[in-house]
């Protein structure tokens, strides 16, 4: 571990990106698979993915307590907004893990219909949830480590959705682009241009739900999970 803690931490977040973009989600992902297997770089991905995760964690905890630098203040109205955004995050967190997505398994591009759902408003809510989570943190903490910690997860999940589509257009061809053509990374672009129509039945009400009570669990047990309030201070 580095001495200084705003270095480690920015040394952690730099490889904790990289083992998102700089292996999986580029060539070099394809050429260790060619040399270990499929399941062994799984496998070897996992272990090194939990350690650098756990890493970063620590870093952040170790840089908040011993380098705290605040850079702003956030108004109380920032805060209420935060807790807005947290909730929509929780949401597409949960509906974006649970639903079938080409852009986690490509196969499901052949199924007639796929285009629906949470996927009418966006290919990636897994991952807009976590943009909305991140920015939400960010603008409520205020400090430099929390611009770093929360920083990473927004950089990741910006530049997560367009290159897991790349990915997929190269590997899938046609069949991925008849699917993009009804579908957007950015949230109700297709809708807004007339590619796809919102339809709220096809959501559903379960999946929103365990959103929201995902919200309600973090938000009542915030303080003893992470050690600090999620209300306003004051």
């Not at 799984?42 to 993915?49: F, R």
């Not at 629906?116 to 960010?138: D, E, N, Y």
């Not at 991925?176 to 129509?197: C, D, K, V």
């Amino acid at each position: 571990m580095i001495a200084d803690p705003t270095l480690n931490l920015v040394v952690a977040a730099a490889i904790f990106l990289f083992s998102h973009i700089g292996i999986s989600s580029s060539r070099l992902r394809g050429l260790i698979v060619g040399r270990i297997g499929e399941n062994a770089y799984t496998g070897v991905y996992s272990l090194i993915a939990l350690i650098v995760i756990v890493w970063f964690c620590m870093a952040y905890n170790r840089a908040s307590a011993e380098t705290f630098t605040l850079l702003w203040v956030a108004e109380p109205w920032l805060w209420h907004l935060s807790m807005i955004l947290i909730l929509l995050a929780a949401m597409l967190v949960v509906i974006g893990f649970v639903v079938k997505n080409p852009t986690a398994a490509g196969a499901l591009v052949d199924e007639p219909d796929v285009a629906k759902g949470i996927l009418r408003v966006t290919r990636h809510p897994f991952l807009w949830g976590v943009q909305l989570w991140s920015i939400a943190h960010i603008a409520v903490n205020g400090d430099l480590s929390s611009l770093i910690f929360f920083g990473t997860f927004a950089v990741l999940a910006l530049i997560g959705p367009p290159l897991i589509d790349a990915k997929r257009a190269q590997t899938l061809g046609a069949r991925w682009e008849a699917y993009a053509a009804q579908t957007s990374n950015l949230p109700f672009g297709a809708i807004i241009t007339g590619r796809n129509s919102f339809n709220i039945r096809e959501i559903g009400l379960v999946w929103p739900l365990v959103g929201v009570a995902l919200y309600l669990v973090l938000l009542i047990g915030h303080g003893w999970l992470f050690g600090v309030s999620p209300l306003p201070p004051g």
